[in-house]
């Protein structure tokens, strides 16, 4: 029974962060959401953490001046209202979703979250990596999910070069696929525990995600490179990281050799296109800039002439019945929702950085990969649109959730000596 419940468990994180859209307005992760809120108040009956409610009471303001805006503008585009309202039931499927954990793993719940998390991100990885290699099972997906009708069909995704798996976008697939890697190396904690068959199933996953990443897009490498030095700096700063160097020469050493034998097994256009994307990269590291980076900041860099839009807003995102010619995140919500409303939606996830760092010495480590995950979005907002996407916010409500769980349990005095044993994060 256990196992079915671990099996169920999974798959309701899965369909969670990866759940594809059925209609335009209808998509499995806020049926689920739905679904999982119902279950859970009338069955479960839980006690609603404050924490919960003040939250899910700002994203709803936010949702109301999205709604206010579309409105006194003639429902120009509805798609601001749209975002919105799906973040509060997104956040309140998280909710659910960390109140079956809590009451399923006791004590455990928030690393058997983050490992659910990691799994659904690996098995996805095998997804991708599957869609690009079998020209059929690619088919297969985008007739499941309809995903030639929604992803943008640009030369290399008719082409299969990049594929987006069960999402529809690439940039952002590539972050989310990054965010596995965020929670792997904080694995490492736990290195005198680890087997050596935990060992090879950590290098497999790492090579799967990386991988996928490659068959993605470049933003998620980008991103890593910039937030997996702070995540091991906070780590070393606050002395939860056991490092061990024999055991991790030895994990970087059959990394690197499995990525390597991964490639060469690639068909021979994986070499000539997704791996030279990333020359890119290579550039940005050399001389700290990249063809794309010059290319947006000198092109799509402006705001609206009219200064009640700029504080305000007019509801155009700029993809539906106007254009506006900037792909950058900030660019686009300063013209839907005004200065006003774009300063709102960051709120949400500037707190969840706050309350990730705030955890004390028991969960810090949780803390410190959700706090990355959550900046991982405001730096791909600078490239495109990534504020309250449904696969990462998916993940980001869910920790948002369990961390206050964490502050609230924190807040509870300790009645007994405990062992002190949190912070191990560990596959099991």
């Known amino acids: 029974m256990k196992t079915i419940s671990k099996l169920l468990l999974f798959l309701i994180t899965f369909f969670f962060i990866f759940g594809w859209k059925i209609t335009n307005f209808l998509d499995i992760i806020y049926v689920l959401s739905g679904f999982l809120m119902v279950f859970v108040f009338l069955i479960i009956r839980p006690s609603i953490n404050k924490k919960f409610l003040l939250f899910s009471l ?25 975002r919105s309202m799906s973040s509060l039931l997104n956040f309140m499927g998280g909710m659910a979703i960390v109140i079956l954990f809590k009451k399923h793993f006791k004590d455990d719940f928030p690393y058997k979250l983050l490992n659910f998390i990691f799994l659904s991100i690996v098995f996805h990885g095998i997804i991708i990596i599957g869609m690009y290699i079998n020209d059929n099972f690619r088919e297969l997906i985008y007739g499941i999910t309809s995903g030639l009708e929604r992803v943008n069909l640009v030369y290399p995704v008719i082409q299969g070069l990049r594929v987006p798996g069960l999402t529809y976008a690439l940039s952002q697939t590539s972050l989310v696929q990054m965010f596995g890697v965020f929670i792997l190396v904080s694995f490492f904690n736990n290195q005198k525990r680890m087997s050596g068959f935990q060992q090879f199933f950590l290098i497999f996953c790492l090579v799967t995600i990386i991988t996928s990443i490659f068959l993605t897009g470049r933003s998620g490498m980008l991103i890593g490179l910039i937030l997996i030095p702070f995540v091991l700096f906070l780590m070393f700063k606050n002395g939860i990281l056991e490092f061990q160097v024999r055991k991790l020469t030895t994990f970087v050493a059959f990394g690197s050799c499995l990525l390597l034998l991964t490639i060469f097994v690639m068909p021979e256009h994986f070499f000539e296109y997704n791996v030279a994307l990333f020359d890119e990269l290579i550039d940005l590291l050399k001389k700290g800039q990249s063809a794309t980076m010059v290319y947006i900041y000198e092109n ?32 686009r919500s300063i013209f839907a929702l005004g200065i006003i409303g774009t300063i709102l939606m960051l709120v949400p996830f500037l707190y969840g950085i706050k309350i990730s760092l705030s955890l004390r010495k028991n969960y ?22 990534a504020l309250f996407t449904r696969n990462q916010w998916s993940i980001q ?21 405990q062992k002190n044993n949190r912070d191990k994060i560990s596959m099991d």
């Open 58 to 82: 700002f994203l709803l303001l936010i949702s109301i001046y999205s709604l206010l805006i579309v409105v006194l503008h003639g429902s120009m585009e509805a798609f601001t209202a749209y």
């Open 300 to 331: 799509m860099i402006f705001f609206p002439e009219d200064p009640l839009t700029f504080l305000f807003g007019s509801s155009a995102f700029g993809r539906g019945k106007t254009f506006i010619p900037s792909d950058v995140g900030y660019i």
């Open 364 to 385: 810090k480590l949780f803390g410190i990969v959700s706090a990355a995950i959550l900046l991982g979005s405001l730096i791909l907002n600078f490239k495109e649109l």
């Open 397 to 417: 409500a869910l920790l948002i959730c369990a961390i206050f769980e964490l502050k609230k349990k924190e807040a509870v005095p300790r009645q007994s000596p």
